[in-house]
């Protein structure tokens, strides 16, 4: 099985390095050393005063630096296996495992990590130039600044192969720097590759997965750095990605999540808006919207966000229950308060109930009317009062009860959630009903199991 398992990745590797074509060129690995000598040569070009203006030599580097970056990659592509990588360039100088189990074939020039045995990245000792890829791409621009107005395009198209593969080695480049935790580094890898686009051969071509990736990393970088300007870059690549209508509701909680992380929940809601004008069905977007009234303790405004949702879309669950939640959010509430937030959770499940947040939040709020009852019982002398008072405390454990048993029910993939209905039963069937009672007994059962 090892001996398939291997031929299959050479076979892949081969395929892939070689052309599915019979008669494809045999790959010459590149000599470090020759490399270096060329690049020199090439510094020495692009100053005189004769080569240097010609579009030719900048042609020329461009390869060249192509070629500095692919040394030491010319038979391997991320996923390789180590027993691969070895058919072609031999066993390593040294082999070390770091403290995250990534396993480090140190050869001269270049070390290969590999992570559950699939190449993930590399890094370079003593590397020819710290950053090759970005002089080629330099290099490719000033060829065709250099070139005649008039023949720019067809300069371009004669380049065009080597502008692809520019874009295929920023993109393994990004992907090996971050796997690193070079983070900036690659983030500039990915903000390169739409850089290139910007040729005119590729007829203003917008490549959403990079917009989406530099804005993944800008925000990872803002988030590591304390830096309100990645999360800025971050911003500004997602509000790209909505213009393009691309990512669809998910666009728009990423750049609410950046706008929470600068301390802008006005922006974040007022993203959300244009959001909703976009996606007007969305319930996501409302409940993510509502929130943000919510944290900012807005509950007119936030009421006045779900009232127009409702007057849109009347069988919106979530503008009910968010009604409900912004009603109650104050320190002291009265009892009409709270029946009418109680009404709207039955709303909301009325529409919908497959909710188990909206059961829970009506449980939760049975459960706290209860204690509150019972609380008051205890302080109380008038022997009718307090029977009045108890009575009340059981019908709202019962009512509490019976929505804290659908959460459970349907919370199958909520452990947390389960676990918080559970104990809330477990108070309300001891007081009830005692520790002998068999409700009592399986709610205890069920506790032991989570």
Not at 12 to 19: D, F, K, Q, R, T
Not at 108 to 116: D, K, L, M
Not at 134 to 143: D, G, P, R, Y
């Amino acid at each position: 099985m090892k001996r398939l398992l291997l031929l299959i990745s050479v076979t892949l590797v081969l395929s892939m390095n070689m052309g599915a074509q019979d008669g494809a060129e045999e790959v010459i690995l590149l000599n470090y050393k020759t490399l270096t000598k060329k690049t020199a040569s090439s510094d020495e070009q692009i100053l005189d005063e004769k080569k240097g203006v010609k579009s030719n030599t900048w042609v020329k580097r461009g390869k060249l630096y192509q070629d500095v970056y692919n040394q030491g990659l010319e038979q391997v592509i991320l996923g390789t296996s180590v027993d691969a990588l070895k058919i072609f360039y031999g066993e390593p100088v040294s082999t070390e495992t770091d403290d995250n189990n990534v396993e480090i074939l140190k050869y001269e020039t270049i070390n290969y990590h590999f992570e559950n045995g699939a190449l993930r990245a590399w890094s370079r000792n003593n590397p020819i130039h710290e950053d090759p890829l970005n002089v080629a791409l330099e290099s490719f621009k000033k060829s065709i600044e250099l070139t005649d107005p008039e023949k720019q395009a067809n300069a371009e198209s004669k380049i065009k192969e080597n502008l692809d593969l520019l874009k295929e080695q920023f993109q393994n480049s990004g992907q090996s720097r971050y796997f690193l935790g070079d983070l900036e580094a690659a983030l500039k890898d990915f903000e390169s590759i739409l850089e290139v686009n910007k040729f005119s051969s590729y007829d203003g071509i917008v490549d959403t997965l990079m917009i989406s990736f530099s804005g993944i990393v800008a925000r990872e970088i803002g988030r590591v750095n304390k830096d309100n300007d990645y999360y800025q870059k971050a911003i500004s690549y997602y509000k790209t990605l909505t213009e393009l209508e691309y990512g669809g509701t998910n666009t728009y909680i990423q750049m609410t999540r950046d706008y929470y992380a600068i301390g802008d929940t006005l922006a974040a809601i007022e993203n959300l808006k244009r959001g909703l004008e976009q996606h007007p069905d969305s319930s996501i977007l409302v409940t993510v919207t509502a929130q943000a009234y919510y944290l900012l303790h807005d509950n007119d405004g936030g009421i006045e966000f779900v009232d127009q949702r409702l007057e849109k879309n009347p069988n919106c669950s979530e503008a009910y229950y968010w009604k409900g939640l912004l009603l109650t959010n104050h320190k002291d509430l009265g009892q009409d308060t709270i029946d009418m937030a109680l009404e709207l959770y039955e709303k909301a499940l009325e529409i919908d109930p497959s909710k188990t947040a909206i059961w829970y939040q009506a449980g939760y709020v049975y459960y706290a009317l209860g204690a509150n009852f019972y609380e008051q019982e205890g302080y109380e002398d008038d022997p009718e009062f307090r029977a009045e008072l108890a009575a009340k405390g059981e019908e709202n454990y019962v009512k509490a009860a019976e929505k804290l048993e659908k959460v459970y029910e349907l919370a199958v993939n909520d452990v947390s959630l389960q676990s918080e209905a559970l104990d809330l039963l477990k108070r309300i069937y001891y007081k009830l009903y005692g520790s002998e009672d068999s409700r009592y007994i399986e709610v205890m059962e069920k506790i032991k199991t989570l």
